[in-house]
């Protein structure tokens, strides 16, 4: 049935009625009856084209034929003329003079042997690509003893058998003897070429020329009636095509799901095992029990649940504001079944990450202006359009913070901290400025935007800032870590794997936070490049003026012992100690099992079989060193990786005051109206192409790849599979 609607859905393309056809939507009817329809479709049209291609095989013979009587015909009668023409030169010339008697008596026997031998032809039609080829093969065939006319149909032609409209060439050979006209033939058989009886007489082919032209006025009228009921019968087809395919398709998909289950032993009833979610248990027992009761069954459906050996399929209920967030996570790896799902977290921190790269007030309103009207369009894209809106009204609240509205700084919450150091100072830029009242509310103060200490103090603050979000996201990985654990009731990871990375990681990334913070709040001049590179060099020596709190010297010596602990507390006691769990486990089980001729193990389901795995200490201590090896240089390596979010902020705020001042302003220092235009043009080019496009794919990609590396690899492992419940809103027209 499928391949029977494929027929007449691809008989409708090829009629070019499918943008006409309006489906209509009746009751679906039974499988059975539908069955019949498309049968009786299918004979009906299957009887038409063949009718209909032997019409038209019979419509292009004739045209052509058609074509070689007018051309043919011309060769016929210019041959008779020149003929003609060349007995008078003989008489008048040659019979004449006593000079060539010899020559006219050659003449004669010629023309008597032709007239005795009969000089013939054969007339035809072949592609215009062959015809040179074709005039060779026969002047080689009949060793030059042939005469070869062509010309050109003069209009591409239907060939009868690739029902293509090619290019043509209208030939006449003319030969002697009958077995030159078989290789002749033998010849145009070979190549293709349609051959066509011309008769000699000028009459007949103008007899014959206005039968076919008859014939050909019939057979046109014939074809259109035959178009226009097959045209009627498609269309009628097409009303219903859709819900038709729509049905079989479904059909076709319950009996593929059908196919998957077995017999029991009584070979009497269907056994399926399956997957479903726990809270939709209710509902496929009542589902079971409606399907009995509609369908007349006299035993009902058996709904069991069993305990299975394989993990389960993983399943999220998503709407359409976390179904991309989902996506996002699944993209790297669908999680192990019952584990944390970090697109519970994604949803809030892959937005902000990538507004700290991004962060423009001014760019995040375009990119808000494009999340609500370009919506329908993001949805169609890749279901994006509630992550572009939280991407953009992030931005706005990271440029109100950096104040940065296309790179220009506003006095929005307040006037400036700054001023003059004096009244007369002409230039507040080079001169300096002074501090003179409380710090400005929210964000960066407008009046480090120009100054000379502009660079170092945004880059000291978005790197100190990128290291705190990059350490308390990594914290949070670890804390996950620790709820899959206590989930799966693994005290082991907890004690042995999440305790000491814990320690590890804020002995040295959590303490040089807790410095940035500190420095922050008191104002201090230290140096945290030096603080942190001398806690490993010489951690007994004297901090000096590096020195931000009392007892900081020995709190770094222990916490660099911690570090220096939580790496052999990672590596050596957790293989150890799951060795001697397993050996407890199996102690005197060592005998093998018996194998009696009645029972085979090989045969045992899937459901019921236990898998005893060999425990390999080497490779578990491998396993457990490269984790370890891994975390540890991963904490380093993590936390310069997020640096990119200021690298990234740095860069997307300079392209912005290049584009501003280089390209905006210089436009607008000139006194002329196009300059300025040509200026406002490439600026809305660079902002539009460059900064909201380019921009945003670069701090996408960045923050994405944050938190596929930096932050899932410390407590996601992304092995499962996807639940794929049975639907039919799932299933699509490839499944035909």
């Given at each position: 049935m499928s391949r029977k609607l494929r027929f007449f859905k691809d008989q409708i393309i090829k009629a070019d009625l499918l943008s006409s056809i309006h489906p209509v939507v009746e009751p679906d009817v039974e499988l059975e009856e539908l069955e019949m329809q498309l049968a009786e479709h299918e004979h009906e049209l299957i009887e038409m084209n063949s009718n209909s291609e032997k019409l038209r095989q019979t419509y292009n013979e004739l045209l052509e034929f058609k074509v070689v009587l007018l051309k043919a015909g011309s060769f016929l009668v210019s041959n008779n003329n020149q003929a003609v023409a060349e007995e008078r030169e003989l008489s008048e010339n040659v019979y004449s003079s006593d000079r060539y008697v010899e020559a006219s008596s050659l003449l004669e026997q010629q023309m008597r042997t032709a007239d005795q031998s009969g000089l013939r032809f054969i007339s035809g039609i072949i592609f215009q690509s062959k015809a040179l080829r074709f005039e060779r093969m026969l002047f080689r065939a009949t060793r030059g003893n042939m005469l070869f006319n062509q010309a050109p149909a003069g209009e591409e032609i239907m060939d009868p058998l690739s029902a293509e409209m090619v290019k043509k060439t209208v030939f006449v050979v003319f030969f002697s003897g009958e077995q030159a006209r078989t290789k002749i033939l033998k010849i145009c058989e070979a190549f293709g070429a349609n051959c066509y009886p011309v008769p000699d007489d000028f009459s007949k082919q103008r007899q014959m020329t206005r039968e076919i032209l008859s014939r050909l006025s019939e057979l046109e009228t014939t074809l259109d009636a035959g178009i226009?009921?097959?045209?009627?019968?498609?269309?009628?087809?097409?009303?219903?095509?859709?819900?038709?395919?729509?049905?079989?398709?479904?059909?076709?998909?319950?009996?593929?799901?059908?196919?998957?289950?077995?017999?029991?032993?009584?070979?009497?009833?269907?056994?399926?095992?399956?997957?479903?979610?726990?809270?939709?248990?209710?509902?496929?027992?009542?589902?079971?029990?409606?399907?009995?009761?509609?369908?007349?069954?006299?035993?009902?459906?058996?709904?069991?649940?069993?305990?299975?050996?394989?993990?389960?399929?993983?399943?999220?209920?998503?709407?359409?504001?976390?179904?991309?967030?989902?996506?996002?996570?699944?993209?790297?790896?669908?999680?192990?079944?019952?584990?944390?799902?970090?697109?519970?977290?994604?949803?809030?921190?892959?937005?902000?990450?990538?507004?700290?790269?991004?962060?423009?007030?001014?760019?995040?309103?375009?990119?808000?202006?494009?999340?609500?009207?370009?919506?329908?369009?993001?949805?169609?894209?890749?279901?994006?359009?509630?992550?572009?809106?939280?991407?953009?009204?992030?931005?706005?609240?990271?440029?109100?913070?950096?104040?940065?509205?296309?790179?220009?700084?506003?006095?929005?919450?307040?006037?400036?901290?700054?001023?003059?150091?004096?009244?007369?100072?002409?230039?507040?830029?080079?001169?300096?400025?002074?501090?003179?009242?409380?710090?400005?509310?929210?964000?960066?103060?407008?009046?480090?935007?120009?100054?000379?200490?502009?660079?170092?103090?945004?880059?000291?603050?978005?790197?100190?800032?990128?290291?705190?979000?990059?350490?308390?996201?990594?914290?949070?990985?670890?804390?996950?870590?620790?709820?899959?654990?206590?989930?799966?009731?693994?005290?082991?990871?907890?004690?042995?794997?999440?305790?000491?990375?814990?320690?590890?990681?804020?002995?040295?990334?959590?303490?040089?936070?807790?410095?940035?913070?500190?420095?922050?709040?008191?104002?201090?001049?230290?140096?945290?490049?030096?603080?942190?590179?001398?806690?490993?060099?010489?951690?007994?020596?004297?901090?000096?003026?590096?020195?931000?709190?009392?007892?900081?010297?020995?709190?770094?010596?222990?916490?660099?012992?911690?570090?220096?602990?939580?790496?052999?507390?990672?590596?050596?006691?957790?293989?150890?100690?799951?060795?001697?769990?397993?050996?407890?486990?199996?102690?005197?089980?060592?005998?093998?099992?018996?194998?009696?001729?009645?029972?085979?193990?090989?045969?045992?389901?899937?459901?019921?079989?236990?898998?005893?795995e060999e425990f390999n200490f080497s490779e578990v201590f491998v396993h457990q060193m490269i984790h370890s090896i891994e975390f540890v240089l991963g904490a380093v390596s993590n936390t310069a990786s997020y640096l990119r979010l200021w690298a990234l902020s740095l860069a997307h705020s300079e392209l912005s005051t290049v584009f501003y001042e280089k390209v905006l302003l210089l436009a607008w220092g000139y006194d002329n109206f196009v300059i300025r235009l040509i200026g406002l043009a490439i600026f809305a080019f660079a902002t539009a192409f460059i900064l909201l496009m380019m921009e945003t794919l670069s701090a996408f990609l960045h923050a994405l790849r944050l938190h596929w590396v930096e932050f899932q690899n410390k407590f996601y492992h992304g092995d499962g599979y996807k639940f794929k419940p049975f639907s039919f809103a799932l299933i699509t027209e490839d499944d035909d």
């Open positions: 226009r009921h097959q045209n009627k019968a498609l269309t009628s087809i097409g009303y219903h095509l859709t819900q038709w395919m729509s049905m079989v398709r479904r059909e076709k998909a319950v009996y593929d799901t059908l196919n998957m289950l077995n017999f029991d032993v009584t070979k009497k009833c269907l056994v399926g095992e399956g997957w479903c979610p726990v809270f939709a248990k209710a509902k496929v027992q009542e589902a079971l029990q409606q399907a009995t009761f509609d369908s007349n069954s006299q035993v009902g459906s058996i709904f069991h649940v069993m305990d299975a050996v394989e993990s389960p399929p993983t399943y999220f209920r998503t709407n359409h504001f976390t179904n991309a967030y989902q996506e996002i996570v699944d993209a790297y790896g669908i999680a192990r079944y019952q584990e944390a799902n970090p697109a519970v977290y994604t949803v809030v921190t892959f937005p902000f990450l990538f507004a700290v790269m991004f962060g423009d007030w001014g760019h995040g309103i375009c990119l808000l202006l494009g999340a609500l009207k370009l919506g329908s369009f993001m949805e169609m894209l890749f279901g994006g359009r509630y992550v572009l809106l939280l991407m953009s009204l992030f931005s706005i609240y990271c440029g109100l913070i950096y104040n940065e509205f296309f790179s220009v700084p506003f006095h929005i919450f307040g006037g400036s901290a700054y001023k003059c150091r004096d009244a007369t100072c002409s230039d507040a830029h080079s001169a300096g400025l002074i501090k003179f009242r409380d710090p400005y509310p929210f964000g960066v103060d407008p009046s480090w935007r120009g100054s000379r200490s502009e660079l170092p103090f945004l880059n000291s603050l978005k790197m100190k800032m990128s290291i705190l979000l990059g350490v308390a996201q990594m914290n949070l990985g670890i804390i996950l870590s620790y709820f899959n654990a206590r989930f799966f009731h693994s005290s082991l990871d907890i004690r042995y794997q999440f305790v000491p990375q814990m320690i590890f990681l804020n002995s040295l990334f959590g303490y040089l936070s807790l410095l940035i913070i500190i420095k922050w709040c008191i104002g201090s001049q230290a140096d945290l490049y030096h603080v942190m590179i001398y806690m490993f060099l010489s951690p007994t020596d004297d901090l000096g003026e590096n020195e931000l709190f009392w007892g900081q010297r020995p709190l770094q010596i222990v916490l660099l012992l911690l570090a220096l602990v939580a790496v052999p507390w990672m590596l050596f006691p957790k293989p150890f100690i799951l060795k001697k769990l397993h050996s407890e486990r199996f102690q005197g089980r060592n005998y093998g099992m018996l194998v009696s001729s009645e029972f085979d193990p090989d045969v045992e389901p899937d459901s019921a079989r236990e898998h005893h």
